[in-house]
């Protein structure tokens, strides 16, 4: 689902996806009975055409893109995952856990006897172990220490 601020309404289509669930949640063969799991995922997006729309809108100066491509390279940023160019093969990604969503199991098994050959990335052990801590510090935020009054 995407939202379209065009129209002000939101639009369905697809887009490449970072499975943040386990793989066996979207495995075909593995059958739950009455718990079943849906796959989260979240949007990848390629990080040339992110910086060439962000020029193009004007709203942002160049120091400002400059700085952010740094922080994002450091992985300083909560809402996102740097995904790096493999040399001589590929793009840069980053993955938008701020936009996180789940696809039916159905979709997903139309989808998975091509997931090879639509795959874009795989993470190393060490890309794993970084991505995990991320996702739980965006979703945790624990060493935060602003107080928030609640009413």
Same mark, same amino acid.
């Given at each position: 689902i995407f939202w379209d601020d065009e129209i002000d309404n939101y639009s369905t289509?697809?887009?490449?996806?970072?499975?943040?669930?386990?793989?066996?949640? @979207?495995?075909?063969?593995?059958?739950?009975?009455?718990?079943?799991?849906?796959?989260?995922?979240?949007? @990848?997006?390629?990080?040339?055409?992110? @910086?060439?729309?962000?020029?193009?809108?004007?709203?942002?100066?160049?120091?400002?893109? @400059?700085?952010?491509?740094?922080?994002?390279?450091?992985?300083?940023?909560?809402?996102?995952?740097?995904?790096?160019?493999?040399?001589?093969?590929d793009d840069e990604y980053m993955v938008r856990f701020d936009m996180i969503f789940w696809v039916p199991n159905a979709k997903i098994e139309e989808l998975q006897n091509n997931i090879g050959q639509n795959r874009l990335k795989s993470l190393s052990h060490w890309g794993h172990i970084l991505f995990l801590v991320k996702y739980s510090f965006h979703s945790c935020r624990v060493p935060e220490t602003l107080e928030r009054p609640y009413n």
């Open positions: 289509g697809f887009t490449p996806a970072f499975l943040l669930s386990n793989s066996c949640d @979207i495995t075909v063969g593995n059958v739950r009975g009455i718990n079943q799991k849906q796959g989260l995922f979240a949007p @990848i997006v390629k990080l040339s055409e992110f @910086i060439s729309d962000c020029r193009e809108s004007g709203e942002f100066s160049e120091p400002q893109i @400059i700085d952010f491509l740094s922080s994002l390279k450091r992985q300083e940023l909560t809402n996102l995952f740097y995904l790096p160019q493999i040399p001589g093969r």
